[in-house]
C-alpha cells in the first residue's frame, strides 16, 4: 500500500475470489493511484499490485524477469526494446499494464474461465503476436484513463454544462438526497423496449435523466456503482452540491465507456485468432525453481525498503511538530492501531471497559449503522491525541463526530442520537471518560479482555443466521476499528471456536456459505 502514497503510480486492484461476492460475471478488478480500503468490494478485500516499486535510487516495473522474458519472446524483441519508462519503446511497463487490464475486462475470457476466476487469482495470458499485443493495450489505456477519470472526455462533463440533448444529464432544483431508485430496479419514467432510459430521482422533483437502465445496472465488486455513490451519501444525510453531479455524471459517461470498450476488446481478440488462437501456447509458466528464485530477491528487496521506510518515519516523528509518528497514523487509526503503548488487559475487563454489560446488535443513526458510528467516535478520539489536546469534552466529542460522519450542523435529535452512542462506546472501551474529559480507552484488541470479547461477540451474532464471511467485520466496526485485518480476525475466529465448543453458537453450510447464530437457550446483556 505504501507504493500508492504519491498518488503518481498505478495499480490494479483485484480479488481473490469471485465466489465470495457471489458475482457472475467475474468483475473484482479496478484501476487506482491511490490506496484503497480493504472493503473495496463487496467482500473477500481486494489486492492492489502497483505497476512500480520505490526504491532510494529511482523506481523499478513491478514485473518478474521471466515474465517479461516471455512476453519478449512470444512478441519477437529483444531485451533492448524492452524500456520499462520508455513510452514510445515497443515494450514498457504501463504497455504491458494497459494489455493485462484489457484481458481482464473482456467478457469471453470472464465466461471462459468462470470456475477459476471464481476461486482464485485470474492468470495472464502471453499474446501470441505484436497485432494483438498492440491493439489490447491501446484499449487497454483507455479503459484506464476511464476508470480513473483522466479521460479528456471525462474531464470535459460539467454539471450544467453544453452536451448531447440525449446524454445523462441533471434535473431539478432540490439537491437534497431523500431516496434512491432501487437496486436492479427499473428506473422511472422509462421510454423504449430493448434499450430503456429513465431518469434517477433522489426526491421527489430532481435527479438525472437520460439514465440507461443498462448503465444504471452496470455492477462492479459487487457493488451496483451508480447506486452505491447516491445511497451512501442519502445514508450520511447530505445533499449533492455542483461537484457531486459533475462528478456522478463522470462515473456515468466512465460506466458507459467501459461497457463500449469490453465489446471492442473481444472484438480486437476475435480478429487476431479469438480464444486461445490469438494468445501464445507456446510459453508455458516458469517452473517452480524459476518462481522461487525470483521470490527470494522480492522479498530481499522488501527487507531492504521496510529498513528503509523504518529509518524514515524516525525522521520524520523527530521532526514533526505535532508528533505524528508516521505518514500511516490515519490509515492505522480506521484499523485501530494508532496511538501509544497499550493499556494493560486488566483496565480493559467487562466491568471497567463496558461498564458490566456487552455490545448489542448495531442501531441507525440518520442511515449510519452502530459500526460506522463507532468507529468515527474513534477516529476523532485519536486525532486529538496525536495534537495533544489531551482529550475532548462530551460537546466537542458530539460536534467533531458530527462532522466527521458528514453533518454540516448538529441538529438537538442529533446531539440526542451521538450522546447516546458516545455512552455506548464508554461502555465499550472505545472512549474513557475522566473528569469529563473523553479519550481513548483501549487503543487495540489486545487491550480487550476476552471474556468481554466473547459476550460481545454473542451479542452481535443473532438468533438468525449471520454470514460467516460479515461477522470479522461487524465484530470490528462495532468496537470502532475500521476493519478485521491480521489482528482481529484471528481473535474472531477463536472466539467462534470457543462459542461453538460451549454450545453458545450453532453453524451450517461450509466456505463461503458458512453461517451462524447464537443458539435459543443463550442470553447475553445488550447496551
Same mark, same amino acid.
Request: charge should be positive; proline fraction near 5%; aromatic fraction near 8%.
Given at each position: 500500500?505504501?507504493?500508492?502514497?504519491?498518488?503518481?503510480?498505478?495499480?490494479?486492484?483485484?480479488?481473490?475470489?469471485?465466489?465470495?461476492?457471489?458475482?457472475?460475471?467475474?468483475?473484482?478488478?479496478?484501476?487506482?493511484?491511490?490506496?484503497?480500503?480493504?472493503?473495496?468490494?463487496?467482500?473477500?478485500?481486494?489486492?492492489?499490485?502497483?505497476?512500480?516499486?520505490?526504491?532510494?535510487?529511482?523506481?523499478?516495473?513491478?514485473?518478474?524477469?521471466?515474465?517479461?522474458?516471455?512476453?519478449?519472446?512470444?512478441?519477437?524483441?529483444?531485451?533492448?526494446?524492452?524500456?520499462?519508462?520508455?513510452?514510445?519503446?515497443?515494450?514498457?511497463?504501463?504497455?504491458?499494464?494497459?494489455?493485462?487490464?484489457?484481458?481482464?475486462?473482456?467478457?469471453?475470457?470472464?465466461?471462459?474461465?468462470?470456475?477459476?476466476?471464481?476461486?482464485?487469482?485470474?492468470?495472464?495470458?502471453?499474446?501470441?503476436?505484436?497485432?494483438?499485443?498492440?491493439?489490447?493495450?491501446?484499449?487497454?489505456?483507455?479503459?484506464?484513463?476511464?476508470?480513473?477519470?483522466?479521460?479528456?472526455?471525462?474531464?470535459?462533463?460539467?454539471?450544467?454544462?453544453?452536451?448531447?440533448?440525449?446524454?445523462?444529464?441533471?434535473?431539478?432544483?432540490?439537491?437534497?438526497?431523500?431516496?434512491?431508485?432501487?437496486k436492479s430496479r427499473e428506473l422511472a419514467d422509462?421510454?423504449?423496449?430493448?434499450?430503456?432510459?429513465?431518469?434517477?430521482?433522489?426526491?421527489?422533483?430532481?435527479g438525472f435523466a437520460n439514465v440507461r437502465q443498462?448503465?444504471?445496472?452496470?455492477?462492479?465488486?459487487?457493488?451496483?456503482?451508480?447506486?452505491?455513490?447516491?445511497?451512501?451519501?442519502?445514508?450520511?444525510?447530505?445533499?449533492?452540491?455542483?461537484?457531486?453531479?459533475?462528478?456522478?455524471?463522470?462515473?456515468?459517461? =466512465?460506466? +458507459?465507456?467501459?461497457?463500449?470498450?469490453?465489446? $471492442? *476488446?473481444?472484438? /480486437? #481478440?476475435?480478429?487476431?485468432?479469438?480464444?486461445? !488462437?490469438?494468445?501464445?501456447?507456446?510459453?508455458?509458466?516458469?517452473?517452480?525453481?524459476?518462481?522461487?528464485?525470483?521470490?527470494?530477491?522480492?522479498?530481499?528487496?522488501l527487507k531492504a525498503q521496510k529498513k528503509a521506510?523504518?529509518?524514515?518515519?524516525?525522521?520524520?516523528?523527530?521532526?514533526?511538530?505535532?508528533?505524528?509518528?508516521?505518514?500511516?497514523?490515519?490509515?492505522?487509526?480506521?484499523?485501530?492501531?494508532?496511538?501509544?503503548?497499550?493499556?494493560?488487559?486488566?483496565?480493559?475487563?467487562?466491568?471497567?471497559?463496558?461498564?458490566?454489560?456487552?455490545?448489542?446488535? =448495531?442501531? +441507525?443513526?440518520?442511515?449510519?449503522?452502530?459500526? $460506522? *458510528?463507532?468507529? /468515527? #467516535?474513534?477516529?476523532?478520539?485519536?486525532?486529538? !491525541?496525536?495534537?495533544?489536546?489531551?482529550?475532548?469534552?462530551?460537546?466537542?466529542?458530539?460536534?467533531?463526530?458530527?462532522?466527521?460522519?458528514?453533518?454540516?450542523?448538529?441538529?438537538?435529535?442529533?446531539?440526542?442520537?451521538?450522546?447516546?452512542?458516545?455512552?455506548?462506546?464508554?461502555?465499550?472501551?472505545?472512549?474513557?471518560?475522566?473528569?469529563?474529559?473523553?479519550?481513548?480507552?483501549?487503543?487495540?484488541?489486545?487491550?480487550?479482555?476476552?471474556?468481554?470479547?466473547?459476550?460481545?461477540?454473542?451479542?452481535?451474532?443473532?438468533?438468525?443466521?449471520?454470514?460467516?464471511?460479515?461477522?470479522?467485520?461487524?465484530?470490528?466496526?462495532?468496537?470502532?476499528?475500521?476493519? /478485521?485485518?491480521?489482528?482481529?480476525?484471528?481473535?474472531?475466529?477463536?472466539?467462534?471456536?470457543?462459542?461453538?465448543?460451549?454450545?453458545?453458537?450453532?453453524?451450517?453450510?461450509?466456505?463461503?456459505?458458512?453461517?451462524?447464530?447464537?443458539?435459543?437457550?443463550?442470553?447475553?446483556?445488550?447496551?
Amino acid at each position: 500500500m505504501g507504493q500508492l502514497l504519491g498518488g503518481d503510480n498505478l495499480a490494479v486492484t483485484v480479488g481473490k475470489a469471485g465466489q465470495v461476492i457471489d458475482n457472475n460475471p467475474w468483475t473484482i478488478v479496478a484501476a487506482t493511484r491511490q490506496i484503497t480500503d480493504f472493503n473495496f468490494y463487496r467482500r473477500g478485500g481486494n489486492c492492489p499490485f502497483p505497476l512500480w516499486l520505490s526504491k532510494e535510487d529511482g523506481k523499478v516495473a513491478n514485473l518478474s524477469p521471466s515474465f517479461l522474458s516471455t512476453f519478449q519472446s512470444a512478441l519477437n524483441l529483444t531485451p533492448s526494446d524492452n524500456r520499462p519508462e520508455d513510452l514510445t519503446a515497443p515494450l514498457h511497463a504501463e504497455k504491458i499494464f494497459h494489455y493485462l487490464y484489457a484481458v481482464l475486462h473482456s467478457p469471453a475470457y470472464r465466461e471462459r474461465y468462470a470456475a477459476f476466476l471464481r476461486t482464485d487469482f485470474p492468470r495472464i495470458p502471453i499474446p501470441g503476436s505484436r497485432k494483438v499485443f498492440d491493439a489490447l493495450a491501446k484499449l487497454g489505456a483507455e479503459l484506464v484513463a476511464w476508470h480513473l477519470l483522466e479521460h479528456p472526455d471525462a474531464i470535459n462533463i460539467v454539471a450544467g454544462g453544453a452536451r448531447s440533448a440525449r446524454a445523462a444529464a441533471w434535473f431539478g432544483t432540490d439537491f437534497a438526497m431523500v431516496k434512491v431508485a432501487e437496486k436492479s430496479r427499473e428506473l422511472a419514467d422509462v421510454q423504449g423496449t430493448d434499450d430503456k432510459v429513465g431518469k434517477v430521482f433522489i426526491n421527489a422533483t430532481s435527479g438525472f435523466a437520460n439514465v440507461r437502465q443498462s448503465i444504471w445496472q452496470h455492477t462492479i465488486g459487487g457493488y451496483q456503482v451508480l447506486h452505491k455513490w447516491l445511497d451512501d451519501r442519502r445514508k450520511a444525510g447530505r445533499s449533492l452540491s455542483q461537484d457531486d453531479i459533475t462528478h456522478w455524471l463522470r462515473v456515468y459517461a =466512465a460506466l +458507459q465507456a467501459t461497457q463500449k470498450l469490453m465489446l $471492442q *476488446v473481444d472484438q /480486437a #481478440i476475435e480478429a487476431n485468432g479469438g480464444w486461445p !488462437g490469438a494468445f501464445s501456447q507456446n510459453h508455458p509458466p516458469p517452473d517452480a525453481a524459476t518462481l522461487a528464485a525470483e521470490q527470494m530477491v522480492q522479498k530481499e528487496q522488501l527487507k531492504a525498503q521496510k529498513k528503509a521506510t523504518t529509518a524514515a518515519k524516525k525522521r520524520a516523528a523527530y521532526a514533526s511538530p505535532t508528533g505524528a509518528g508516521s505518514l500511516f497514523d490515519d490509515l492505522e487509526d480506521m484499523a485501530g492501531a494508532a496511538g501509544g503503548p497499550d493499556r494493560p488487559k486488566s483496565r480493559a475487563t467487562p466491568a471497567k471497559a463496558a461498564g458490566g454489560k456487552v455490545s448489542g446488535r =448495531a442501531v +441507525q443513526l440518520n442511515g449510519l449503522n452502530d459500526g $460506522q *458510528v463507532m468507529c /468515527a #467516535i474513534r477516529r476523532v478520539l485519536a486525532s486529538a !491525541g496525536r495534537t495533544g489536546s489531551g482529550g475532548l469534552s462530551r460537546d466537542d466529542l458530539i460536534r467533531s463526530t458530527a462532522r466527521e460522519l458528514g453533518h454540516a450542523r448538529t441538529s438537538p435529535a442529533l446531539k440526542v442520537e451521538l450522546d447516546t452512542a458516545i455512552r455506548r462506546a464508554v461502555r465499550r472501551g472505545i472512549a474513557e471518560n475522566s473528569g469529563s474529559v473523553l479519550t481513548v480507552f483501549v487503543k487495540d484488541i489486545d487491550g480487550y479482555d476476552r471474556a468481554f470479547l466473547r459476550q460481545h461477540l454473542l451479542a452481535l451474532v443473532s438468533r438468525k443466521w449471520t454470514p460467516a464471511l460479515d461477522v470479522p467485520t461487524q465484530f470490528a466496526r462495532s468496537l470502532g476499528f475500521g476493519r /478485521a485485518g491480521p489482528k482481529i480476525e484471528p481473535v474472531v475466529v477463536s472466539l467462534v471456536r470457543a462459542s461453538m465448543r460451549s454450545g453458545d453458537l450453532e453453524a451450517c453450510g461450509r466456505g463461503v456459505e458458512r453461517r451462524y447464530r447464537r443458539t435459543s437457550n443463550r442470553k447475553v446483556g445488550t447496551s
